[in-house]
């Protein structure tokens, strides 16, 4: 078993009976695994399992690991996993520091404190004082920013990453992985990422699995 990073021992997923994912892979910190795969194939499942979230309709084994340390029988809230999506999802309710203080661990005392947080993190995505700006103001790339902002201050053990650029156009999309992929180094998170896009997927260097017709 990998003692760093994020270990997958043949984890394996079934819909009706019928095998999506087959995979034993381990991801060190700050690496990037890259799932790709036709779609249905499974891969958002894959991510899935690996937050503690699959759906019941699926039949799952295999262990994740991260760290040496079992998260297959924590619920999703105690695996501390950051994930991006395709949208973003920031709450409209709230202002873009709204929207990071919120996600700072309550560990984390005091207003003052979680406020400089939220800041420090803004200015790490490039997006300085833009705390108190309404998120439907923003642009797509962005909110794509603040997104990461907010996963990063999640604490995560892991990045999943479900085809989060693929909204961008080519020039932020390019910048976005590469700010992604510099955080996830930078943080010594183990990331996975799943898409389409063999640019993505070379942009993160690091092992690539297909699952689906492959298998
Ligand atoms: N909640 C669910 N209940 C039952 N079946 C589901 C559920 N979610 C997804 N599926 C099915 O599981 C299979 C895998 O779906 P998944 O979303 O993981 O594919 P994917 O590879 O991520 O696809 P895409 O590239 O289109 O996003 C598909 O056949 C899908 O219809």
């Known amino acids: 078993m990998a003692e760093n990073g994020l270990f997958l ?3 394996s997923i079934a819909l009706n009976g019928h095998r999506l994912v087959a995979l034993a892979h381990s991801v060190a910190p700050g690496e990037v695994l890259t799932v790709m795969g036709p779609s249905g194939s499974g891969k958002s499942t894959l991510l899935a399992y690996i937050g503690g979230f699959l759906a019941p309709a699926f039949e799952a084994s295999g262990k994740v690991f ?3 340390l079992e998260l297959t029988a924590l619920p ?3 695996r501390h996993v950051g994930i991006l999506f395709q949208d973003p999802l920031l709450f409209p309710h709230m202002s873009v520091g709204g929207n990071l203080i919120f996600a700072i661990p309550a560990s984390v005392k005091g207003k003052a404190a979680r406020y400089a947080l939220a800041e ?3 200015e790490g995505v ?3 004082g833009m705390a108190a700006r309404d998120p439907d103001t923003l642009s797509g790339g962005q909110k794509a920013r603040v ?3 907010r996963a990063l201050l999640s604490a995560p053990r892991m990045l999943l990453l479900d085809e989060p650029f693929s909204k961008l156009d080519a020039e932020l999309r390019g ?4 700010l992604v992929f510099a955080k996830a180094r930078d943080s010594a998170l183990p990331v996975v990422l799943v898409t389409h896009d063999a640019a993505d997927a070379e942009a993160a260097g690091g092992s690539i699995v ?3 017709n492959a298998q």
């Open 147 to 149: 997104a990461l902002a």
């Open 120 to 122: 420090a993190a803004l």
């Open 66 to 68: 991260s760290d040496g």
């Open 126 to 128: 490039g997006l300085a």
């Open 76 to 78: 999703a809230e105690d």
């Open 9 to 11: 021992d043949d984890v």
């Open 210 to 212: 297909r699952i689906g």
């Open 175 to 178: 910048q976005m992985r590469e």
